[in-house]
């Protein structure tokens, strides 16, 4: 079992550019999260993603910043028309069905635009 | 609204030492609470889960408490080791996402 595999490692853009970010979850879990986390701030929730559908997007951003899970494929993270203020390393976590399983973090892919 | 808060921010102690790291959150309503360690530059390690029901977790030199009706939770870590220096992270589960704390940061002085 690889684990919650998160690619790029590492991504730099210029500003105006897109960033893909993308994660995929354990064998088995059915359910990814995103998180961002701002050089000395916590984590913070963005987005909560079962199959095909998004459960809640309470954290996102309103503009530029999207996600999805589809049937086949990883999940991904898109961020449009990137800005400096994206900076920042994105953590997917995935989880099995039911609210009693912890998460599973991935390695996280960080993100610096220039 | 829920909020988690750790408290110390930074803690520094020497080699054998046990210690406790604090935790505490708002709305006791929560499914479960979650530690984690994260190493400079790297992802989170999950270290111990305590459901709502449970009262405490034990992972080899890693005992979690949970005390829901006040809204504390705490890490202790005994005997504490150099390789224990890193950044822990409680995160509590309500409304299927997790609220994490801003974390402590863990100095183990050799």
């Known amino acids: 079992n690889a684990g919650v595999m998160q690619n790029p490692r590492h991504l730099v853009r210029r500003r105006g550019q897109e960033a893909r970010l993308r994660c995929s979850p354990m064998k088995g879990h059915s359910h990814v999260y995103w998180y961002r986390q701002l050089p000395e701030e916590g984590l913070k929730f963005m987005v909560y993603l079962q199959k095909e559908n998004i459960i809640d997007e309470s954290g996102m951003p309103k503009e530029r910043f999207s996600a999805e899970f589809p049937k086949e494929g990883p999940s991904i993270l898109r961020i449009q028309q990137v800005v400096r203020g994206d900076s920042a390393a994105y953590f997917c976590a995935s989880s099995p069905l039911g609210r009693d399983y912890g998460y599973t973090f991935g390695s996280g892919t960080r993100l610096t635009v220039v | 609204k829920q909020e988690v808060t750790q408290i110390p921010a930074a803690l520094s102690v020497p080699e054998g030492e046990n210690l406790v790291l604090n935790c505490s959150f708002t709305d006791s309503a929560i499914y479960n609470l979650q530690w984690f360690r994260q190493d400079p530059g790297k992802g989170l390690t999950s270290l111990l889960l305590?459901?709502?029901?449970?009262r405490e977790q034990t992972s080899g030199r890693l005992n979690a408490s949970l005390d829901k009706s006040s809204g504390r939770s705490t890490l202790y870590i005994a005997a504490s080791q150099p390789g224990d220096s890193a950044t822990y992270l409680c995160a509590v589960n309500r409304d299927d996402k997790i609220i994490f704390g801003k974390g402590t940061r863990l100095h183990i002085l050799p």
């Open positions: 305590i459901q709502s029901s449970q």
